[in-house]
């Protein structure tokens, strides 16, 4: 991984734009800052208008774990895709499997139900509709924890598709695709052959994975065992990212 705020990566990246490029983004981690309570998070003003200005020339996507209604409260302005569920809500192509990933999603809440005891405390369901989140950044250790629901998931019919996350493990059908399908989806569907992505967590290595040459993908946060191309070393380094590339589309 290379540091994109560097004279080379900058580089690259302004050569990356053109009227043929997608640009999307991950939400949490990425275009907001990690908060403990996640119905905290925020996405700044002065981030949205950058935003709202590079949409004059490109799209604009975010594709995020969250529910699209949950991701959605975030935004003062409606970003050209919104695409939740890791991938698997948003997409036309999908959209009739949806209702079997909803029973799926159903099944696995009311099965955990089931199987978590009083003991289990700081553990949290989201139910996202096509998707599972286990929260347990709450839990007094965090570890063992961790290692509890795992043993539990392994127990559930049908067996998940598990994607860790920061103190969360995402619950998603074995056939609904993930960030990566859905991106190459968005390509297709709006005839851009190239993207920009920009993410943070483990969710978003399925787009960094894919290692195509026209996605230019960056990391919030440096891990040398990411396969993203590029990254920026903090959060708050999105703004300035974002800013970059409104200054190379407005020249």
Same mark, same amino acid.
């Given at each position: 991984m290379n540091d994109i705020f560097t004279k080379a990566g900058l580089g690259a990246l302004q050569g990356f734009i053109t009227p043929q490029t997608l640009i999307a983004f991950d939400l949490d981690g990425t275009l907001a800052p990690i908060n403990p309570d996640p119905h905290m998070i925020e996405v700044s003003g002065e981030l949205q208008q950058e935003l709202r200005m590079i949409m004059q020339y490109l799209p604009v996507a975010v594709?995020? @774990?969250?529910?699209?209604?949950?991701?959605m409260r975030f935004f003062e302005f409606a970003p050209s895709h919104l695409i939740g569920?890791? @991938? /698997?809500? @948003?997409l036309p192509v999908w959209k009739a499997a949806e209702a079997r990933f909803? =029973?799926?999603?159903?099944?696995?809440k009311m099965q955990l139900l089931q199987r978590? =005891?009083?003991?289990?405390?700081?553990?949290?369901? =989201?139910?996202?509709? +096509?998707?599972?989140?286990?929260?347990?950044?709450?839990?007094?250790? &965090? =570890? &063992?924890v961790a290692t509890r629901l795992h043993d539990i998931i392994t127990t559930l019919t049908p067996p998940p *598709?598990?994607?860790?996350g920061k103190c969360v493990l995402n619950l998603v059908p074995q056939d609904a695709p993930n960030k990566?399908? /859905?991106?190459l989806e968005l390509m297709t569907?709006? @005839?851009?052959?190239?993207a920009i992505f920009v993410g943070d967590d483990v969710t978003d290595e399925d787009v960094f994975a894919l290692g195509s040459r026209n996605i230019f993908s960056? *990391?919030?946060?440096?891990?040398?065992?990411?396969? /993203?191309?590029?990254?920026?070393?903090?959060? +708050?380094?999105?703004?300035k990212l974002v800013q970059e590339m409104h200054s190379f589309l407005h020249n």
């Open positions: 594709i995020t @774990g969250r529910s699209r209604r949950d991701a569920n890791h @991938g /698997a809500e @948003g909803k =029973e799926l999603v159903q099944s696995w978590l =005891e009083t003991s289990d405390v700081g553990i949290l369901l =989201e139910d996202k509709g +096509a998707s599972l989140s286990v929260h347990y950044r709450h839990a007094p250790d &965090q =570890e &063992q *598709r598990v994607v860790d990566g399908d /859905a991106l569907q709006t @005839g851009r052959d190239q960056i *990391r919030v946060g440096k891990n040398d065992t990411s396969q /993203a191309d590029w990254y920026l070393s903090e959060q +708050a380094g999105v703004l």
